[in-house]
């Protein structure tokens, strides 16, 4: 991808630190916030954002921040990319809301209709759009139950679908999603992830002990598992997914929220094994930071729904539509490319790096821009987010103790290179100096056992 200034940054440099990490009215603003907001909100370290362009991000004390981490991996195009700024003002100066539930919206159904042309699903195509990756999730185990007449559905531990009730109910990622919420849905079970071996598990104790194939509808998987730590399959894992559902009549649900619009160098992370699920969930960065979500599914599964099976006052709304316009001809126009370009340049980084602190780092994984690095504690790699943010670079946590990197997929060459360089400056921190990184991030919150989601 070109190179172009910021016009967010002007002639400073980015990260660029002009007060202490966070600033005055940074702590100012939280100590508002923790007053009036909702305390179930996992922040994971004090930024306080009013502005971002690309990759920059200006905080509320003028700070300027390279974004590793894109809004949980949402901001696909960057931060307002232009292109898509402009489609939402177009939009939002014509309509900016009809519900597409109850009458025939325009554009909802060229939206419908650009999923469908990219979706990795043999056959026909249709789609249904909500405003977020957990609503796709519930609408996905409807769907699933209602098509098939079965009760049960797979899901797999580490996984994470979200923290509505069906979705959580589907999330094993961490016990503390279930705390306090139980009985969550019934039929759920959940599989071992991720080697061809665990594909034992279904004949010799679901089928065998727990359910007959006969009685699951569905088994839900991410492709890459995204909060619960970027994990990447065993080669040969998601296909033999796909022989176990054709043998048995289950359907395929590949989850793609945090994994697909490009992410993994590939439009779908299933792409890599080249398996077609029967239904693919997206959401995140299929419209760049607006609020939309959408199922696509073979065209059958969902002429099973009947008018008023499922619907969404807002889901699909013009203006978010509009923004996912913009963003699949970016996407298809070079980003997803530029993903896996970069994706390369940063394994070609952090490997290296590995090697320099083996008793830190045990793993670096991933696809594309889609970079998990396994430290050896939780403690480490929170130290190692809040070493970042203090040197004005945004990474997160995922996992039990890992670190991911997932800029925007419009990153240039120069900004991974400084990303890099800055994590690597982050990780020898931690090494040499533990504990006072430890104090420093124990002492703002950050070190709380408590990861953002997603």
Known sequence: MPESPSRLAGSRPVPHIVTEIPGPKARAHIAFDERWTSPSLPRAYPIVPVRGEGLTVEDIDGNLFLDFAAGIAVTSTGHSHPAVVGAIKEQAADLIHFSASDFYLPIYAKVCHELARIAPIDGAVRAYLG???????EAAIKLARLATKRPYVVAFLGAFHGRTYGSISLTASKAKYHAGFGPLLPGIFHAPFGRVDDLRWFDEVLFDRLAPPSEVAAIIVEPIQGEGGYIVPEDGFLAGLRDICDRHGILLI???????????G?????????VRPDVVLSAKGIASGMPLGALMARADLLESWGPGAHGSTFGGNPV????ALATIELLEGGLVDNARQRGEQAMSGLRPLAKRHPGLIRDVRGKGLMIGIEFDTPDHAEEVQWAAFQRCLLVLECGKSSVRL???LMVSRDEMATGLEIFGQAVASVATEPARV???AAAAGAISGVEAGG
């Not at 405003?131 to 999730?137: K, W």
């Open 438 to 440: 430890h104090a420093q």
């Open 131 to 137: 405003n977020s990756g957990t609503e796709v999730v």
């Open 406 to 408: 997932s800029p925007g």
């Open 266 to 274: 590939k439009m779908w992370a299933v792409d890599h094994w080249h």
């Open 320 to 323: 978010a539509c509009a923004a």
């Open 254 to 264: 590949a989850d793609e929220i945090q994994s697909g619009a490009g992410r993994t």
